[in-house]
């Protein structure tokens, strides 16, 4: 959920040339089997989470434009904060035309010196997994791309995307592949088909963990709550996912933050999914919405993202969901910065290279 992110996500990465696409790409739904129930069961009472301190603050940062132009925003956002050690930097690819999600290697490549500069800093990038991305297009048509990508007719662009990311320094960075998959906005949303959704999204992790030297980490990041399907029905596989991420803002209008931990497929939800697979959960957008400038969901989101196992967090800072770049929100922003300055960060973690899936039986190489 975001607004005009066509016309602040013009893309990020790195170069390197194209070639054949190595066979391989995992078909397989064995994601199916480790899916949960699609219905959990109602909850009597939300549990506020014990507000206690962790050793560290988890990786923290903001979104404060996907062009090029936006990186020195991050250092004067961390100056607002009173130097506090902002590591994550958070952009995206813009899903105009395949090129797009491919990366700019001149944008990708300044975002990866940024990441570079600090090794305890984290990239993460929105990559959309169909175009054109935000187009209002068919839930029919839909359907007939993503057969297309179970086909492995799109492998050779996720191939070019992935061996620029490591050519250009970003082979540790974390992908929202095909975010807010269970919303009606992008699409690359995972209605019109499921299993089809499913089993493009294994190809896309296949191919891109060819790549040798990548050490990327796959963030499954669905809307918060059922939306327009649960996103248990959109997961793919504990094999072809690291993180299990939620995008989570103040709405609807009304909505307590309580309301917001014991829906259906909400926060508590989130981190029981993740804690019965051992992986760890991330919010790569969160902010103010429907409610306005509300400090109350403020406390309670840095309080929730503080006391469980959290992989990184990035506010989405502009109007109306943010605080440093929106004026709209004084009584919000005052308390964030409360919370959030002279933060020190959490130690730098250097992932180890995740295991590719095995190939299916048969599979030849595609060549684009």
């Not at 790409?25 to 959990?40: E, K, Q, V």
């Not at 896309?204 to 669905?222: C, K, L, N, S, Y």
């Not at 009584?331 to 250097?350: D, E, T």
């Amino acid at each position: 959920m975001r607004i005009g992110r066509l016309t602040l996500a013009a893309a990020a990465l790195l170069l390197m040339a194209t070639a054949s696409v190595p066979a391989g790409a995992p078909l397989d739904r064995a994601g199916d089997r480790t899916l949960s129930s699609d219905a959990f069961e109602p909850r009597a009472a939300a549990p506020r989470p014990p507000v206690q301190r962790p050793r560290h603050e988890p990786p923290f940062g903001a979104f404060v434009g996907s062009w090029d132009r936006y990186i020195p925003q991050i250092g004067r956002y961390a100056q607002w904060l009173g130097d506090a050690n902002l590591q994550v930097g958070h952009t995206y690819l813009a899903g105009n035309g395949w090129g797009d999600i491919e990366g700019d290697p001149v944008v990708l490549g300044l975002w990866s010196q940024w990441r570079l500069a600090d090794p305890s800093r984290l990239l993460v990038l929105g990559v959309p997994m169909l175009v054109p991305n935000e187009a209002h297009v068919s839930d029919g048509e839909v359907a007939r791309l993503l057969a297309q990508g179970v086909r492995g007719d799109f492998d050779g662009h996720f191939l070019k995307l992935a061996r620029r990311l490591v050519a250009l320094g970003g082979p540790d960075t974390v992908l929202t592949l095909g975010w807010e998959m269970n919303g009606t906005t992008y699409t690359h949303r995972c209605k019109p088909d499921p299993s089809a959704w499913k089993a493009y999204w294994r190809r896309i992790v296949g191919v891109m963990r060819t790549v040798p030297g990548q050490r990327f980490r796959f963030d499954f990041a669905p809307n918060r709550g059922t939306d327009a399907v649960p996103w248990t029905r959109c997961y793919p596989g504990d094999d072809v996912v690291d993180i299990i991420g939620m995008d989570s803002y103040d709405q609807p209008a009304g909505g307590s933050f309580d309301d917001y931990v014991r829906e259906p497929y909400g926060l508590q939800d989130q981190v029981e999914f993740a804690a019965r697979r051992g992986k760890p959960v991330s919010y790569p957008e969160w902010g103010l919405f429907r409610n306005g400038d509300n400090p109350e969901f403020v406390q309670r989101m840095v309080d929730w993202i503080r006391t469980h196992d959290t992989a990184y967090q990035t506010v989405t800072d502009y109007c109306p969901h943010g605080f440093f770049q929106c004026g709209s929100n004084p009584r919000s922003a005052a308390r964030y910065k409360q919370l959030m300055s002279g933060s020190k960060g959490a130690p730098a973690v250097v992932p180890t290279a995740p295991r590719a899936p095995a190939a299916p039986p048969g599979a030849t190489p595609a060549r684009h």
